[in-house]
Antibody
Framework: QVQLQQSGAELVKPGSSVKISCKAS????????MHWIKQQPGNGLEWIGW????????KYNQKFNGKATLTADKSSSTAYMQLSSLTSEDSAVYFC??????????????WGQGVMVTVSS | DIQMTQSPASLSASLGETVSIECLAS??????LAWYQQKSGKSPQLLIY???RLQDGVPSRFSGSGSGTRYSLKISGMQPEDEADYFC?????????FGAGTKLELK
């Protein structure tokens, strides 16, 4: 069965960076895009970007250029997102989600459990 | 960016009642729309993709419809386990965008 297991909650200081992980199992990691989505309380869901672990290609929401960096390790079937220059606006829950490409449609069929990142001094 | 305007923001339904949630895209999205359910403290779960296709394992009381810029999610017979937040999401153009969500409660 497909599972996306994310790393634990993070408490980080303003101005620092954090790297969170998403370990995939139950499917061929290199055959699907991995997306990252941000959720702040009361602010809904924001799409950050995707990485295709098969070749490392990435696509970002322009809003997160310079903020988020997506990488993937094929040997461990793990996707990573690094967030830099953290401010209170980055405090949120971050989800990874598998993307399914149906040619004329696209959707996220499996999601990780989410990682809460809290930025505080 | 494509704006997804979701309504209502919240609603309350009785057991067995049929409810509908609407999503209006700021431009045509060619049925490239998904609906997700998110229960309190959990991650979103896919219900519907391609506007009207039911994800495997999702109860048949959930259905999706629409075209162009207008889409809707219907729950035919509200159940206690349907209490959750519901989000629409378009994948037609980058950046992918979500509706603000609808909070559904059992009356």
């Amino acid at each position: 069965q497909v599972q996306l297991q994310q790393s634990g909650a993070e408490l980080v200081k303003p101005g620092s960076s954090v790297k969170i992980s998403c370990k995939a199992s139950g499917y061929t990691f290199t055959s699907y895009d991995m997306h990252w989505i941000k959720q702040q309380p009361g602010n809904g869901l924001e799409w950050i970007g995707w990485i295709y672990p098969g070749n490392g290609n990435t696509k970002y929401n322009q809003k997160f250029n310079g903020k988020a960096t997506l990488t993937a390790d094929k040997s461990s079937s793990t996707a990573y997102m690094q967030l830099s220059s953290l401010t209170s606006e980055d405090s949120a829950v971050y989800f990874c989600a598998r993307g399914v490409d149906g040619t004329y449609y696209y959707y996220f069929d499996y999601w990780g459990q989410g990682v809460m990142v809290t930025v505080s001094s | 960016d494509i704006q997804m305007t979701q309504s209502p923001a919240s609603l309350s339904a009785s057991l067995g009642e049929t409810v509908s949630i609407e999503c209006l895209a700021s431009e045509g999205i060619s049925n490239d729309l998904a609906w997700y359910q998110q229960k309190s403290g959990k991650s979103p779960q896919l219900l519907i993709y391609a506007a009207s296709r039911l994800q495997d394992g999702v109860p048949s009381r959930f259905s999706g419809s629409g075209s162009g810029t207008r889409y809707s999610l219907k729950i035919s017979g509200m159940q206690p386990e349907d209490e959750a937040d519901y989000f629409c999401q378009q994948s037609y153009k980058y950046p992918y965008t979500f509706g603000a969500g609808t909070k559904l409660e059992l009356k």
